[in-house]
Each structure stands twice: as structure tokens, then as C-alpha cells.
């Protein structure tokens, strides 16, 4: 019998304790915690031709540091390896992957035909002695080959754990370069792990909270290009933008897609008010959904579009109500010691991120949907603006140091409060918004 040990915490965290007779599948329930990671092996893949050996080593480097990432997989190192994967189609010597205490092994092979790459890859259960899923590939070109790479991952993390992946995927946020007192913020694109950056804006003026589409093919965000903060809009595949909402006298900000991405939802600050109001991309018309005598910011939908999560100080500080999707009377979710901000409803529907400030402390947080269970899974001087992976399993965040410099980064970590990972940038990097996973 095998047991399987994993670290992927869940709202309630998670056993992966699939004990199962010799030829039955692998399989993980998600229940409760328990903090071991799964031993896995990944060899290099075998090339098929001299000409694909370097992606072949690559493809498979970047599978295991999407796995071992995750925080629920533990690499075996290759020092430790008694056999060898010299073909892709030769038996496995399961002995010799258990002596090392293997519990699931990936295999794959790498071809090359002009610049289209084909990876074919396999994941054994290395107790079981048996294959999970077989005949799986990918192809693309050699400029993707780090797409493949995500794509094998996902698959296995998926097959092991039952849940959607996530490591396929881009996200959006702003690039932060210079002195304090004269910090130049553009927006930039990038793999979800910091790699192939791409810059979307140039540094002209400053921008704000960008926000991905339902299809991760265009990006919202606030600029201040003309000195008032408005709402623009930017296709990403062609880096073509324009500005959406422009009202004379007001300010637009914290702009949100709806889920069907026919609709956007922000903040319009006027005489000295600021309501939530939502606008039909296409034909440009505005309906508000609120009109209290205080500020209504940070709106974000629920999965399936029926409600609006935001953060209000009509309660005389900042804490985060409910409400329908079409206005109306809110609900307050948020009870705890301090002030609450920046909710972002997850894409599984069952939690809320915030930011939470107290007694001098920025904290990244989950709730329940009626506010119960909140847990705080950072602390430190400056953490806020949480974005959810696509599969709701991971928090990624803005933290900025203390300090004369006051430098923003990027951190992530899983919904459990471990495996807490800076997210490499170039430069510093604030206000992240996490793709759907890619097509």
C-alpha cells in the first residue's frame, strides 16, 4: 500500500493519503493537513536527436521547479539516481526508483523538426508500479518551449493532486524603477514565475491595479496620463490601448471585468463622493450601484457574477460588505481587530482575499464568503493587493520593505499560509493580476 504525503493546504488544508491496492490509480483526497511533500524524480528528458538535447535538459528543469514550487513536491536530486532514462520507451526499473524513495517519477522525450518542438512525457506511480495517463504530448515552437514545459507540469500536478493546475499562466502587474521620490511605474507582462517579461506601457505616466480578462486577452487599468486617474483598457496580443471611462470632472479607478467580460465595474469619485458603478464595454453606457455618503472602492465579482465583494468606510473604517450585482443593500463580512481592503473573490467561489492592517501590521488574509474562518497568512510592512492563481490555490501579493528606498517585490504563497516565495522581477514589481490559465 502507498501513502501518498503532500503539503497543498485547502480552506481546511489537505491529506493526500491515497492508500490504494497495488493496480488501482493514484489518488489524493483533500481533507486535512499533513506537511510532507511527495518525493518525485524528474530526469532529464531524452532527446530525439542530437538537436534537442538542450531543450529536452531545459523542458524538464523548469517541470520539476514548477513542482517543487507548488511546495508539494520534493525534487530527488539526480546524485541520488540508481537507473538511468536513456529511452523514452523502455521499461521502467521500479526497484531501483523505490530504493531512493521515488514515489512518482516523469519521464518525457524532446524532438525537433525545424523550430517545432513535440515533448511526449509520462507519470509513473512508482509504488504501484503502474503508468497514470499515457499518450500525452504537446507541440509548439522553440520560442515556446517553456509553455510545454508549464503545460507537462500542470498536467501532473493536476493527475496527482485532482486539482486544476496553474502553473501555465501569465499575470500582469506594474514594473517599478528609480529613486522613491521619482519611481517610474509601466505596466509588464510575464510567465506566472517571472520569466519572459515584456513591458506593455512605457513609463510616461504612472499606472495602476491592472486587471486580466476572463480570457487573459485584455487588461484593464488605472493611468494618471493627463493627471487625473482614468480607466484604460489594453489588448494585450496587440499592446493597443484606449481610454474607457473619461467623464469630465470625475476620477476612475479599480476597475474589474465581470465574469463574461461584456461589463466593467470601478470606483468614479465626484463631488467629493466615491460610488461603485458598472459600465457595458460595448455600448458604453453606466448604471451606479451605490450612493452612500462614503467610499465605495475595490469591487470584485463573484464567480458566476451575482455578487460584488468590496471595501466601504461606512461603518466609520474600512471593512468589506456583499451585496447583489445589481446594487442594493450590503452586507458586512469583515469583524476582526483593523481595517480591511482590497477583496478579491477567489475563482473557486468559496474564499475572499484581503489585505488586513493592524496594529502596524500589513497581513494578506482569506475568509469565508459570510466572513467566518478569516485567516491571516502573511505579516510584515507593506503586504497587500492579493490576485488568485487560476486554481484558487495560491495568493500572489505585493510587499514593499521597510526602509528609505521603500522597494516593492512580488511574493506568492499557497492559501494554506506556507510556502511564502518571492516572484522574480527585474525591477520591483507591485499590483499583480493573476490569467486565467492559458488556451
Do not use: C
Not at 525537433?112 to 495517463?133: N, P, Q
Not at 501555465?168 to 514565475?193: C, H, N, T, W
Not at 487573459?216 to 487599468?221: C, E, N, P, Q
Not at 496580443?237 to 470632472?249: D, I, K, N, P, T
Amino acid at each position: 500500500m502507498i501513502r501518498f504525503l503532500t503539503s497543498l493546504l485547502v480552506g481546511a488544508t489537505l491529506l493526500a493519503a491515497p492508500v490504494h491496492a497495488q493496480n488501482q490509480p493514484l489518488r489524493i483526497t483533500i481533507d486535512e493537513g499533513i506537511i510532507e511533500p511527495l518525493p518525485l524524480a524528474v530526469p532529464n528528458f531524452v532527446p530525439d536527436g542530437a538537436a534537442a538535447t538542450e531543450y529536452a535538459a531545459q523542458i524538464a528543469r523548469v517541470v520539476a521547479a514548477d513542482l517543487t514550487g507548488s511546495g508539494l513536491f520534493r525534487e530527488i536530486p539526480s546524485t541520488a539516481y540508481i537507473s538511468q532514462v536513456t529511452s523514452f520507451d523502455a521499461p521502467v526499473q521500479f526497484a531501483d526508483w523505490k530504493a531512493i524513495n521515488a514515489q512518482a517519477l516523469v519521464t518525457g522525450s524532446v524532438s525537433l523538426s525545424g523550430d517545432r518542438l513535440t515533448v511526449r512525457f509520462r507519470l509513473w506511480d512508482v509504488f504501484a508500479g503502474t503508468e497514470l495517463g499515457s499518450g500525452l504530448q504537446f507541440a509548439g515552437t522553440t520560442d515556446g518551449w517553456r509553455r510545454m514545459a508549464h503545460k507537462v507540469a500542470d498536467a501532473v500536478y493536476s493527475r496527482i493532486t485532482g486539482e486544476g493546475g496553474y502553473f501555465d499562466s501569465r499575470v500582469v502587474f506594474v514594473s517599478e524603477s528609480g529613486p522613491k521620490d521619482q519611481r517610474r511605474k509601466r505596466l509588464a507582462i510575464m510567465d506566472y514565475d517571472g520569466a519572459n517579461v515584456q513591458y506593455l506601457t512605457d513609463s510616461s505616466s504612472i499606472v495602476l491595479a491592472p486587471r486580466f480578462s476572463p480570457t487573459g486577452d485584455r487588461v484593464l487599468y488605472t493611468s494618471y496620463q493627463g493627471g487625473f486617474p482614468r480607466i484604460h483598457i489594453l489588448d494585450v496580443g496587440r499592446v493597443e490601448q484606449r481610454v474607457l471611462q473619461s467623464q469630465e470632472g470625475t476620477m476612475s479607478f479599480a476597475p474589474r471585468f465581470s465574469p463574461d467580460g461584456q461589463t466593467v465595474l470601478f470606483s468614479l469619485s465626484q463631488g467629493g463622493n466615491t460610488d461603485l458603478y458598472t459600465m457595458n464595454i460595448a455600448s458604453g453606457q453606466s448604471a451606479r450601484l451605490t450612493s452612500a455618503p462614503s467610499i465605495e472602492t475595490a469591487p470584485s465579482y463573484s464567480p458566476d457574477g451575482s455578487r460584488i465583494v468590496f471595501e466601504s468606510d461606512r461603518s466609520g473604517t474600512p471593512q468589506l460588505y456583499i451585496m447583489s450585482a445589481s446594487g442594493g443593500e450590503a452586507q458586512r463580512i469583515s469583524f476582526g481587530q483593523g481595517r480591511y481592503g482590497t477583496p478579491v473573490w477567489s475563482p473557486r467561489g468559496d474564499l475572499i482575499a484581503f489585505t488586513k492592517q493592524n496594529k502596524g501590521r500589513f497581513h494578506i488574509g482569506v475568509m469565508r464568503t459570510d466572513g467566518s474562518e478569516e485567516r491571516l497568512l502573511t505579516a510584515s510592512f507593506l503586504d497587500e493587493g492579493p490576485t488568485w492563481s487560476p486554481n484558487g490555490r495560491v495568493i500572489m501579493f505585493t510587499r514593499e520593505t521597510q526602509g528609505a528606498d521603500g522597494r516593492a517585490s512580488l511574493y506568492s504563497v499557497d492559501i494554506s499560509g506556507r510556502n511564502l516565495r518571492p516572484v522574480r522581477t527585474p525591477d520591483g514589481g507591485s499590483d499583480p493580476t493573476w490569467s486565467p490559465l492559458l488556451e
